[in-house]
T-cell receptor, first 110, second 116 residues
């Protein structure tokens, strides 16, 4: 599986958009980009995933660059409850394993 | 999203005893379940992959005789930590995945194990 690179930490003001970047420059054509987050002392929560098109759901938007070497998770209106560690994971088609990196610790402040 | 439960949510045991943790998919059939371990301030580490009706596949460095995994049904997998020692104290998290090739993994809330 391709490795990902994320900034270790980010801050965001409550109500503003949080844009979390992820670099996956070695991604291959059949690999998906998944985003999970982990709030302290809880299991990871699925957020969104995509292959090459941008995706949006009730939680977030995922923007994948045309060359697929990077992506951005957007939380349009961050709240204090969005404070968590966000993991960007690249997963191959029909591959079971999720290999977690160190993620980005997002701190939303009032 | 799909719901995965774990039981117990926390457990304290004496050194040398065995502890069983259950992972259930509540509203879908999970052909594959995964077990992770997370130490404080570290990321999740995959321990093993279990497929219903077959033996689990363990990641390198994980002792299969110490961490017994059973996946007897499409909604239940169990992890038994045998002869637990203080260094086994950790946060154990399971996840479950449906049968489709692109099905998403959903995680349980985790079990905090403390071995005295």
């Amino acid at each position: 599986d391709a490795k990902t690179t994320q900034p270790p930490s980010m801050d965001c003001a409550e109500g503003r958009a949080a844009n979390l970047p992820c670099n996956h420059s070695t991604i291959s054509g059949n690999e998906y980009v998944y985003w999970y987050r982990q709030i302290h002392s809880q299991g990871p929560q699925y957020i969104i995933h995509g292959l090459k098109n941008n995706e949006t759901n009730e939680m977030a938007s995922l923007i994948i660059t045309e060359d697929r070497k990077s992506s951005t998770l957007i939380l349009p209106h961050a709240t204090l409850r969005d404070t968590a560690v966000y993991y960007c994971i690249v997963v191959g088609y029909n591959t079971d394993k999720l290999i977690f990196g160190t993620g980005t610790r997002l701190q939303v402040f009032p | 999203g799909a719901v995965v439960s774990q039981h117990p949510s926390w457990v304290i045991c004496k050194s040398g005893t065995s502890v069983k943790i259950e992972c259930r998919s509540l509203d879908f059939q999970a052909t594959t379940m995964f077990w992770y371990r997370q130490f404080p301030k570290q990321s999740l580490m995959l321990m093993a992959t279990s497929n219903e009706g077959s033996k689990a596949t363990y990641e390198q460095g994980v002792e299969k005789d110490k961490f017994l995994i059973n996946h007897a049904s499409l909604t239940l997998s169990t992890l038994t930590v045998t002869s637990a020692h203080p260094e086994d104290s950790s946060f154990y998290i399971c996840s479950a995945r449906g049968s489709g090739s692109t099905d998403t993994q959903y995680f349980g809330p985790g079990t905090r194990l403390t071995v005295l």
